[in-house]
């Protein structure tokens, strides 16, 4: 009995002790996550950091100057460009060393070796789309280069500098919960933290859909419902803009595009995409004379934030804006001379090619009358409890052939079966100089050679300059296609159906100077159809473009405030063009009481999205069923993805069509009408809203409905803000809906000393213990802007210093 109670004493210790630090599922190995020495408790910060500090880091030139202001944003003073790459990398890593490693494990399609084989789905569409592939071939073009690669090196060594003071008790939580470390940075990760930015603006891709639609209805359908130029439309270089340039030959569209093709055809509702605004007024049109620059690029929001707010000093630079963690420079910003930013173009630069392959063995594809053999690239995908998986992807001469059967995920639904995905992020290229010249830019000129190093993802660059030029370029590195070369899914087989080559970058559309005053853009079309190169077929709705320039056209004598105003403007240029079609329509007399009171509400509207309005709840699932309502029926067929017509073609119809054979339901006996959607639509947002939150009250305000919050990056719980009872839509200026909207506002205004104001929701800080964290989320939240510290050297005290930190060689 008592060796019994022996064995039980020594094996209850030791399963404990295997229990609790082991990871199970979700949960942290309990005894290292509560250790008091090594486990969460070492992650909370008190208002620490306020003290002068020194350390040294092995590859310093110089001593190198840190200075942190009262927000935790460093301002950093280096005396080459090499220290000036090697501190920014330290310091980021320092605030933010958990969010670059989980972005760049997430683009390279590791997450499985944290998570387990959970996750393998996720790895294996991130392989198979090539992320690796097009970083490595990214960085080949960063490291042939002398600046971008110093600029690259350096910023790695700095990270690594920062990772090797770490003892586990110090490493960020999420490596507490999550149970891994970090690993040592490579240059790589940060070709990988750009092509993630890519795939993030360029990947939602609509020709699977398209063609589906295509072989459905037949190409006068999808021409008549799908077409290549709004409705209405106010592009980002203004209508009569001359093209000062002789186009190169467009390339001859192949006879088989055109003709009909057959076939079998789950839908989606065309989702409106990440976008942006960007605008720059004329010194003619603000109270100081001088330029004013705005830009707040609208992305998921998280915490950490996806920017980190930082200043670059060194000889020929001093530059302030947003930086990605995880590479090196300043991406939205401003200088002494000039300031910048950018908004998405949604270019057509993903394509998809239908590939016909000898056999099952995928070796060999038919091309130009020829077969062709392909590349492997053998993919080993680590899973973290499992064995490695080894993933072989198949490369044409186009791409990968990204899947041979349908994954199980529902990101990939866009993903057409055993075609080849050509894609512009695969390309080598440098855009790390780009930002090296704009940071470091003095007008006009320097702008436009920054522009000539960038390639992906095309942005929307607005620029001013002290000498009062303002401008913006649709820019990126466009392939010379043919008018819709890529609406549709291609043909592999045939050379015709290739790119032929690229756009001339100084043939890419701008416009500087135009008389209206004023440049702007928010991901509607780049131009009008006079452009003489095909870009893309479809871009974002033009409702913020167009509230954008009429408020910008009638602004005088414009302040940083009055442009900060209207960063966070609600008004819906939708609701204008809609409510006065369907308003009329909806039959009071069939309705029951608080549908009546509804529509009252939604009649005395003034086509705000403001946090406290009901009318904007209502009219927001009005529109939306209506949309279901008119093409869900011919738009939904299982198992075979689809796409409603956009938002413009549908009001279009609304307005113009009231006897459209689309409004009748084709799934019932009867013929509807437009005005029985409309009435339908109506009693549907009522009574769901009902549903939901009882009778009116202002638990139906848009910002209880709508719910923002910034969840945390990888959805810990705990971790992301408050709900955020704020206003703003995705069709008004302040493009808020439930965990997407403006990531940074930035406003500049340019004069002999520049002015910088700016805020994102979040904090410099990554940890979650630290009041950096999300300090900044209720001014963002409340529409105000931060003076930006724009320091002019190390011992300036216009601003509130915190604390400093000097580097030294080893």
């Known amino acids: 009995m008592n060796k019994i109670k022996a064995l039980f004493c020594l094996i209850i210790p030791i399963a404990l002790a295997f229990l609790f630090n082991t990871k ?70 320092m605030h933010r060393l958990w969010q670059m490693d989980f972005q760049t494990r997430f683009a390279a399609g590791r997450i499985s070796e944290v998570v387990g084989d959970k996750a393998i789905e996720v790895d294996r569409y991130q392989r198979r789309m090539g992320m690796v592939y097009g970083a490595e071939n990214s960085l080949k073009g960063m490291m042939a280069d002398p600046k971008a690669k110093e600029m690259i090196l350096a910023y790695t060594d700095g990270i690594n500098a920062y990772i090797k003071t770490l003892s586990q008790a110090n490493y960020p939580i999420e490596y507490k919960i999550l149970d891994f470390k970090p690993e040592n940075w490579t240059p790589v990760k940060c070709a990988l933290l750009l092509k993630q930015m890519s795939a993030v603006l360029a990947m939602g891709s609509d020709e699977f859909y398209m063609t589906n639609i295509l072989k459905k209805f037949g190409p006068e359908v999808t021409k008549d419902l799908f077409p290549d130029y709004p409705f209405r439309e106010d592009p980002i270089i203004p209508v009569g803009t001359k093209w000062d340039f002789s186009p190169l030959p467009i390339p001859k569209i192949p006879k088989s595009f055109t003709d009909a093709q057959t076939g079998e055809v789950k839908t989606k509702e065309k989702v409106e995409g990440i976008g942006s605004n960007n605008w720059a007024l004329s010194g003619a049109k603000t109270a100081s004379g001088f330029p004013i620059l705005a830009n707040d690029p609208h992305l998921d929001l998280t915490l950490p934030s996806i920017w980190y707010q930082i200043q670059l000093h060194a000889p020929g630079v001093n530059t302030y804006g947003v930086s990605l963690p995880g590479a090196p420079g300043v991406i939205i910003g401003f200088n002494q001379k000039i300031a910048w930013g950018v908004t998405n173009v949604a270019a057509d630069v993903l394509d998809f090619y239908e590939i016909k392959f000898k056999d099952n063995s995928h070796q060999e594809y038919w091309y130009n009358n020829q077969w062709k053999k392909t590349t492997q690239r053998v993919e080993s995908i680590k899973i973290r409890g499992g064995k490695d998986e080894l993933d072989t992807v198949y490369y044409t001469h186009q791409g990968p052939v990204v899947y041979f059967q349908k994954p199980k995920y529902s990101k990939a639904d866009n993903v057409p079966v055993g075609d080849a995905l050509r894609w512009i992020a695969h390309e080598e290229s440098n855009e790390l100089l780009t930002f090296y010249y704009l940071n470091r830019g003095k007008n006009y000129a320097d702008y436009r050679k920054a522009l000539t190093y960038y390639t992906a993802p095309a942005q929307n660059f607005v620029f001013a300059s002290v000498d009062n030029d303002i401008a913006i370029t649709p820019n990126g590195k ?114 029951n009481a608080t549908q009546k009171e509804a529509f009252s509400y939604v009649t005395k509207w003034n086509k705000r999205y403001d946090a406290e309005q009901i009318a904007a709840s209502i009219f927001e699932i009005w529109a939306k069923r209506l949309t279901f309502n008119i093409w869900n029926d011919e738009f939904a067929v299982d198992g075979i993805p689809m796409r409603y017509p956009s938002r413009d073609r549908t009001v279009e119809m609304i307005l113009r069509e009231p006897n459209s054979k689309w409004y009748d339901n084709v799934k019932t006996t009867q013929r509807e009408t437009l005005s029985d959607l409309v009435n339908e639509a109506f009693k549907f947002s009522c009574d769901s809203l009902e549903r939901r939150f009882g009778p009116i009250n202002k638990d139906w305000n848009w910002a209880n409905v709508k719910g923002s919050n910034v969840p945390h990056l990888a959805k810990i719980p705990g971790f992301g803000s408050k709900t955020l009872l704020i206003g703003g839509g995705k069709s008004t200026i302040n493009a808020m809906s439930e965990t997407n909207g403006p990531s940074w506002r930035m406003v500049i205004e340019l004069g002999k000393t520049p002015k910088g104001h700016g805020v994102y929701p979040g904090g410099q800080s990554g940890n979650p213990g630290s009041k950096f964290y999300d300090n900044m989320v209720d001014t963002w939240a409340k529409g105000n802007l931060y003076d930006l510290f724009y320091m002019q050297g190390p011992n300036d005290t216009s601003g509130t210093i915190i604390s400093r930190l000097k580097i030294s060689k080893k």
């Open 24 to 93: 199970f599922g979700n949960t942290p190995p309990l005894l290292k996550f509560l250790n008091p020495f090594r486990g969460f408790w070492q992650n909370a910060e008190n208002n620490h950091f306020m003290f002068n500090h020194k350390t040294k880091i092995k590859g310093a030139i110089d001593e190198i100057e840190i200075v942190f202001d009262d927000r935790m944003i460093p301002h950093i003073f280096a005396k080459n460009d090499h220290d000036l790459y090697l501190a920014q990398g330290y310091v980021t890593a």
């Open 478 to 591: 466009f392939p010379l296609k043919w008018k819709d070369q890529g609406k549709f899914i291609l043909d592999g087989t045939d050379p015709a159906y290739d790119w032929h080559g690229w756009i001339p970058a100084d043939q890419n559309p701008t416009v500087k100077n135009p008389a209206r005053g004023f440049v702007s853009s928010a991901n509607q079309s780049s131009t009008d159809p006079s452009y003489p190169y095909y870009i893309n077929w479809e871009f974002s709705p033009y409702e913020r473009g167009k509230r954008i320039n009429d408020r910008l056209a009638a602004m005088n004598k414009a302040t940083a405030d009055s442009i900060r105003l209207m960063q966070t403007d609600n008004y819906s240029i939708m609701a204008q063009n809609l409510l006065p079609a369907i308003v009329p329509m909806v039959n009071v007399d069939q309705l």
